[in-house]
């Protein structure tokens, strides 16, 4: 069956658009299934808009969004510069540096100076930081650094850290180490040139006689990340602390756990030992203690203890984004992409260019990466709503078509209507036999190239803490095969949440459960039936049977597939299917913590 858009009259053929298919409820394609055009005319046909950075005077409009010392200096010169002069005396006082002349033979590196807003949760000015980073681009491996690694927080553990607290009703404090890299000390000679404004707090150095020696990390190093992951380890392992098995930037000691984002840190336990634990941390470093966690790596955090809820969401970073964009103003819609969209691989486009797949030029390319790159991020931190649509449009980076930003203009659209979505974990809910609950599913064939595309998810004190949408690696042959691909992925992660689980101390009666919608997939996994059809799968999708079910450490089971959550993040879904599969997995606007609501003009 096809779909008829606005723009066709009765009895005329419908415009054919071979950009884009249409995906069945089953997920198959038909043969010669087309979307028409019209569709098109259902998203905003406004004109490409591109940030101004006149009319801003250079201040960034969504947080966390870093501006040049020179923007900074045209719009408030004197408070950038009491900025400065924090910076720099910070750096004295660490004895970061050491005034030396000019060596021979050896690279001086320059510098520069990086500003960014701090906000506090509600959007309001916080303190404008202005970071001195050298260029760690001109260093030279094996004079200046050899080895490198920046360890970071995984987004799943910090989740699934929220939930329990939620359920346990646990304290979580915030801390923010001042000047982070600037404490371990440095083992290679890095020599950097005298930086800009450098006379606010010594006077009398010729920059062309003398240069600074680094004693300490300076943000911009390669190496700096490292060293400071290593005194971070060293200092925490002293107190009793050790890092997890599941993400070695949990650290664990009897019922407490800080969870280190470089120089961000979570501190989560019983009242007494958070602070215990936190007052230790500030006699070894500087720190910041910002007491209960509100906004903590982009995610807000709002709890109500009475309730025992917790709710995670990005408020402040949409309404910043839709501002940068010029769509505050912009109408909402009900789905990201028109339900069913399934873009053409890149390699399958038209070589001609007609209004609706004509390539961008360098300035619409460049918008629509800036577009794609921040929903990519609300994907992978708080909106799994956004995942099935940010990743058909992800993968037209590098040559969008014209079509390509009108889908992600809407997906901005639909982020107009339910800005303040998040996930709430609700700790009164019995967790049953196991806290984890997962779900896979897959749709087959629906990829251009006949690809299949899957997708999998875990909740925890019924909120979602993981998930993934993606394309499978290989081409199923049955719709059997791609949801027992599908299923075996999935397994990957129950086996990351056993490592969870056991760094957390936590023991349940039974493992976790499985929820796949095809009775053959689970068929095969139990026992190894089907022979004739099945006897070409990769060995490293047996994982699931032999690893994981026939170890006793996975359960699968079936749900009716209009019951399937994992269904909004292998297609498109329509309205009423789409949240409902979103309120299953714990999607909630403000004020709605039984079912998923929508603000009232997307209702209708």
Same mark, same amino acid.
């Given at each position: ?210 240069? &600074? #020696?680094?004693?300490?990390? /300076? $943000?911009?190093? %390669?190496?700096?990340? =490292?060293?400071?992951? *290593?005194?971070? @380890? !060293? ?74 809820? &917790? #709710?995670?969401?990005?408020? /402040? $970073?949409?309404? %910043?984004?839709?501002? =940068?964009?010029?769509? *505050?103003?912009? @109408? !909402? ?95 009164? @809910? ?175």
């Amino acid at each position: 069956m096809t779909e008829t858009g606005p723009a066709e009259g009765k009895g005329q053929k419908p415009t054919l658009n071979p950009m884009i298919f249409k995906a069945t409820r089953s997920g198959r394609i038909p043969k010669k299934t087309v979307f028409p055009d019209g569709v098109s005319l259902l998203i905003e046909e406004s004109k490409v808009v591109h940030m101004d950075g006149e009319s801003n005077h250079g201040i960034p409009t969504a947080p966390f969004e870093a501006i040049t010392i020179e923007e900074a200096m045209k719009s408030d010169p004197e408070s950038w510069k009491k900025a400065i002069i924090r910076e720099l005396q910070s750096l004295k006082e660490t004895n970061t540096y050491s005034i030396v002349k000019i060596p021979k033979n050896r690279k001086v590196i320059s510098s520069k100076w990086v500003c960014r807003i701090k906000f506090k949760d509600d959007g309001e000015c916080l303190s404008h930081k202005a970071r001195l980073v050298i260029r760690g681009l001109e260093q030279q491996y094996g004079v200046d650094y050899f080895e490198t690694f920046a360890s970071v927080l995984k987004f799943a553990t910090l989740r699934a850290l929220l939930a329990k607290a939620a359920a346990e009703d646990l304290e979580i404090d915030q801390m923010d180490v001042d000047t982070a890299f600037l404490n371990p000390d440095l083992e290679e000679e890095v020599y950097m040139e005298i930086p800009e404004f450098f006379e606010l707090v010594t006077l009398g150095v010729n920059p062309k006689q003398y240069c &600074l #020696r680094l004693r300490k990390a /300076l $943000y911009g190093l %390669k190496q700096a990340p =490292r060293v400071w992951f *290593k005194t971070v @380890n !060293a200092f925490f392992a002293d107190l009793g602390f050790k890092p997890g098995n599941s993400d070695p930037n949990l650290f664990i000691r009897n019922g407490v756990y800080i969870l280190l984002f470089v120089d961000d840190m979570l501190v989560i336990g019983k009242r007494s030992e958070v602070d215990h634990v936190k007052a230790t941390i500030k006699k070894k470093w500087k720190c910041k203690d910002l007491g209960e966690a509100k906004l903590f790596i982009g995610f807000q955090i709002q709890r109500d203890r009475t309730a025992k809820s &917790l #709710r995670i969401h990005q408020t /402040l $970073y949409i309404t %910043k984004l839709l501002e =940068r964009l010029g769509m *505050k103003d912009c @109408n !909402a819609v009900q789905l990201p992409i028109p339900a069913g969209t399934v873009l053409l691989q890149p390699s399958d486009l038209p070589e001609d260019e007609t209004s609706e797949y004509q390539l961008l030029d360098k300035l619409e390319a460049n918008l629509y990466c800036q577009i794609v790159g921040s929903l990519l991020y609300l994907g992978n931190c708080t909106r799994l709503d956004l995942s099935y649509a940010v990743g058909q449009l992800a993968r037209h980076m590098s040559k969008p078509r014209t079509l390509h930003l009108r889908l992600g203009k809407q997906t901005l659209r639909y982020l107009k209507g339910t800005i303040s979505m998040g996930i709430l974990y609700i700790g009164t @809910n019995h967790e049953g036999t196991n806290a984890y609950t997962l779900y896979s599913d897959a749709t087959w064939g629906t990829e251009s190239d006949r690809v299949s595309f899957q997708g999998w998810a875990a909740t925890r004190a019924n909120g979602a803490i993981l998930w993934t949408a993606q394309r499978q690696r290989s081409t199923a042959q049955s719709s059997l095969e791609a949801e027992f691909m599908a299923g075996s992925e999935a397994s990957k992660e129950a086996a990351w949440l056993e490592k969870l689980t056991d760094d957390l101390k936590e023991e349940y009666k039974s493992p976790p459960i499985l929820f796949i919608d095809n009775l053959g997939a689970i068929d095969l996994i139990y026992d190894h039936k089907f022979h004739k059809k099945s006897k070409h799968i990769d060995i490293r999708y047996n994982y699931i049977r032999t690893d994981m079910v026939q170890a006793q450490r996975l359960r699968v089971e079936h749900i009716p597939g209009n019951e399937q959550p994992a269904d909004i993040l292998t297609k498109q879904l329509p309205v009423d299917q789409f949240r409902k599969h979103i309120n299953t997995l714990g999607m909630r606007a403000p004020g709605h913590s039984q079912s998923c609501q929508l603000p009232q003009e997307l209702s209708h």
